[in-house]
């Protein structure tokens, strides 16, 4: 019998090819529309931020982004100083340098001394870590009590989603002012410009500015004498702007040469109404709200209850604003990188005078619910649109080829080698040991998974002050003005005026301190390392 041999056919499929994936990012400014304020209430802010987690996944620390807030500049008679950059910029976010980072924002105070050339975030907390070089990390002094500041940041409760966190900054007269700084005919200023937060489990003054450290800028270079903060009023009229540096993208081209992007889930907090709220109660003050009635009771004269609302004065939102976020890879040049459509899919909206907020076209958006609230995320697929102008403008999944391998892209947290811990000065003559703690040590583990070592010690004899240019009769007689904070200013009363929308955002339980039994008065809690809880594997 004669055997055919089968021919064998090998057929070939030509799969299409995948389009190189380019890492890129999303940047720029939710521009926030607020009206004017009368130029005399120029001796601090306050207001309320919503807190959330803007990104579902927390992304490496190259993310550094802030939620809604402000910059406080130095006020002044016409023109300000040319070349000559100094504010107080902090608020909640997430920064390149936080070390213990979540899917939750923390919040820093961000003072800013001349041109960046020191700041300082928080109690041991600032520019750099090297403490022979200190750049700002003894510019701020704790003043209350019952609330740990941790040096990465001051934690908020996990899962905060859409609360209020209310927060400002008003002088206080601790000190006087002076003629001579650092030894040289420079002087100081009089102000300390100080935290107050209204939060669910902590409301009152937290933490202040030392005016040395704005006027060592001077010390310095005699040429900034008389124009920064320990002396100045603040500009009551400033900008309310979201901060984005860095949202993590990617980007490809389509097999018909089309650009396409998609970003990180991102997303913002929704009420029942499905809109969002960011910013509430925008308040600026005049020196007669809390200054005056201070003063004179240092003084002697009675103590004072709160602020002066009387001298008060709340801006009002219009429902305009806009967004400069742009796409692009690392490699695109400044002047080719392009906006997104954002009033696409998003609305300014301003649901009271007070409150500004966003509505979100349902089309182009998507709710996520969580656990505690619901939020929105805005849409992740982008394609790059040359006329009639040239932007991003939204695509949905099934426009976008399979054959740019987005929708296979993961953004996921990177492994990331743990930076180490913070840690302060432990030499026998360094200011954290001489004079030294009066009990400690102690430790807090906050829900970032990092375990702060603290120690209590007199208010007078804090790092913060004894790196102040500040006398011992000097630093006694602060002394003697905070021990009556202490004993009238307790951390259940009203300080901030409450929101009128919303709930308030709560403080880790962790960092809300009891003062060991015979230091409640007159002594503050001071973190002197921060580390993992649990090593790094």
Same mark, same amino acid.
């Given at each position: 019998?004669?055997?055919?041999?089968?021919?064998?056919?090998?057929?070939?499929?030509?799969?299409?090819?995948?389009?190189?994936?380019?890492?890129?990012?999303?940047?720029?400014?939710?521009?926030?529309?607020?009206?004017?304020?009368?130029?005399?209430?120029?001796?601090?802010?306050?207001?309320?931020?919503?807190?959330?987690?803007?990104?579902? /996944?927390?992304?490496?620390?190259?993310?550094?982004?802030?939620?809604?807030?402000?910059?406080?500049?130095?006020?002044?008679?016409?023109?300000?100083?040319?070349?000559?950059?100094?504010?107080?910029?902090?608020?909640?976010?997430?920064?390149?340098?936080?070390?213990?980072?979540?899917?939750?924002?923390?919040?820093?105070?961000?003072?800013?001394?001349?041109?960046?050339?020191?700041?300082?975030?928080?109690?041991?907390?600032?520019?750099?870590?090297?403490?022979?070089?200190?750049?700002?990390?003894?510019?701020?002094?704790?003043?209350?009590?019952?609330?740990?500041?941790?040096?990465?940041?001051?934690?908020?409760?996990?899962?905060?989603?859409?609360?209020?966190?209310?927060? #400002?900054?008003?002088?206080?007269?601790?000190?006087?002012?002076?003629?001579?700084?650092?030894? /040289?005919?420079?002087?100081?200023?009089?102000?300390?410009?100080?935290?107050?937060?209204?939060?669910?489990?902590?409301?009152?003054?937290?933490?202040?500015?030392?005016?040395?450290?704005?006027?060592?800028?001077?010390?310095?270079?005699?040429?900034?004498?008389?124009?920064?903060?320990?002396?100045?009023?603040?500009?009551?009229?400033?900008?309310?702007?979201?901060?984005?540096?860095?949202? &993590?993208?990617?980007?490809?081209?389509?097999?018909?040469?089309?650009?396409?992007?998609?970003?990180?889930?991102?997303?913002?907090?929704? #009420?029942?109404?499905?809109?969002?709220?960011?910013?509430?109660?925008?308040?600026?003050?005049?020196?007669?709200?809390?200054?005056?009635?201070?003063?004179?009771?240092?003084?002697?004269?009675?103590?004072?209850?709160?602020?002066?609302?009387?001298?008060?004065?709340?801006?009002?939102?219009? &429902?305009?604003?806009?967004?400069?976020?742009?796409?692009?890879?690392?490699?695109?040049?400044?002047?080719?990188?392009?906006?997104?459509?954002?009033?696409?899919?998003?609305?300014?909206?301003?649901?009271?005078?007070?409150?500004?907020?966003?509505?979100?076209?349902?089309?182009?958006?998507?709710?996520?619910?969580?656990?505690?609230?619901?939020?929105?995320?805005?849409?992740?697929?982008?394609?790059?649109?040359?006329?009639?102008?040239?932007?991003?403008?939204?695509?949905?999944?099934?426009?976008?080829?399979?054959?740019?391998?987005?929708?296979?892209?993961?953004?996921?947290?990177?492994?990331?080698?743990?930076?180490?811990?913070?840690?302060?000065?432990?030499?026998?003559?360094?200011?954290?040991?001489?004079?030294?703690?009066?009990?400690?040590?102690?430790?807090?583990?906050?829900?970032?998974?990092?375990?702060?070592?603290?120690?209590?010690?007199?208010?007078?004899?804090? &790092?913060?002050?004894?790196?102040?240019?500040?006398?011992?009769?000097?630093?006694?007689?602060?002394?003697?003005?905070?021990?009556?904070?202490?004993?009238?200013?307790?951390?259940?009363?009203?300080?901030?005026?409450?929101?009128?929308?919303?709930?308030?955002?709560?403080?880790?339980?962790?960092?809300?301190?009891?003062?060991? /039994?015979?230091?409640?008065?007159?002594?503050?809690?001071?973190?002197?390392?921060?580390?993992?809880?649990?090593?790094?594997?």
């Amino acid at each position: 019998m004669k055997f055919i041999a089968p021919v064998l056919t090998l057929l070939t499929f030509a799969l299409p090819a995948v389009a190189e994936v380019k890492k890129g990012e999303m940047a720029g400014y939710l521009l926030i529309a607020v009206d004017k304020v009368p130029e005399e209430f120029n001796a601090g802010f306050s207001l309320y931020a919503a807190a959330y987690p803007l990104l579902e /996944k927390y992304p490496g620390n190259r993310f550094q982004t802030g939620l809604a807030g402000t910059w406080m500049f130095a006020q002044f008679e016409g023109k300000a100083p040319e070349k000559m950059y100094s504010d107080i910029e902090g608020g909640l976010g997430w920064w390149r340098d936080t070390r213990f980072a979540t899917e939750t924002p923390k919040f820093i105070m961000g003072g800013v001394a001349v041109n960046f050339s020191q700041w300082a975030n928080g109690p041991g907390a600032g520019k750099g870590r090297d403490w022979d070089k200190p750049q700002g990390k003894y510019g701020i002094a704790q003043l209350s009590p019952w609330v740990l500041w941790p040096p990465d940041g001051l934690n908020l409760k996990q899962g905060t989603s859409g609360e209020l966190f209310g927060y #400002g900054y008003l002088p206080l007269p601790l000190t006087e002012a002076k003629p001579t700084t650092g030894g /040289k005919p420079v002087p100081t200023g009089d102000q300390s410009w100080t935290l107050f937060l209204n939060t669910k489990n902590f409301k009152g003054p937290l933490c202040f500015f030392t005016p040395y450290f704005w006027s060592q800028s001077a010390e310095q270079n005699p040429a900034y004498a008389g124009l920064l903060l320990d002396s100045r009023p603040s500009n009551p009229n400033k900008a309310f702007q979201m901060e984005t540096q860095y949202v &993590p993208a990617a980007l490809a081209t389509g097999e018909q040469g089309e650009t396409f992007a998609r970003i990180a889930p991102t997303s913002f907090p929704i #009420g029942p109404d499905g809109n969002t709220v960011v910013l509430h109660r925008l308040t600026s003050y005049k020196k007669s709200a809390l200054w005056d009635g201070v003063q004179a009771w240092f003084a002697g004269g009675p103590a004072v209850n709160g602020l002066n609302q009387a001298a008060s004065h709340v801006q009002t939102f219009r &429902p305009a604003g806009g967004s400069t976020w742009k796409i692009y890879d690392d490699k695109t040049p400044k002047e080719q990188k392009q906006t997104m459509d954002w009033k696409s899919f998003a609305t300014p909206i301003a649901p009271d005078p007070t409150t500004y907020g966003y509505k979100w076209n349902e089309e182009l958006t998507r709710k996520a619910p969580t656990p505690n609230a619901s939020r929105v995320v805005l849409p992740e697929y982008f394609k790059l649109q040359d006329a009639p102008k040239k932007q991003w403008v939204v695509a949905k999944p099934a426009e976008v080829p399979a054959a740019t391998g987005l929708a296979e892209f993961k953004f996921e947290r990177p492994k990331e080698q743990s930076e180490g811990a913070y840690v302060t000065p432990e030499t026998p003559e360094s200011s954290f040991k001489k004079p030294g703690p009066v009990a400690g040590p102690f430790k807090a583990y906050p829900g970032d998974g990092s375990v702060v070592t603290y120690y209590w010690y007199r208010f007078a004899d804090q &790092p913060a002050l004894l790196n102040a240019d500040l006398t011992k009769a000097e630093r006694e007689a602060m002394q003697l003005k905070v021990e009556k904070i202490h004993r009238a200013w307790t951390k259940e009363r009203e300080y901030l005026a409450p929101p009128t929308i919303g709930t308030l955002a709560e403080l880790d339980a962790a960092l809300i301190m009891t003062p060991p /039994k015979g230091f409640e008065i007159g002594y503050v809690p001071i973190a002197t390392r921060q580390e993992l809880a649990t090593p790094a594997k």
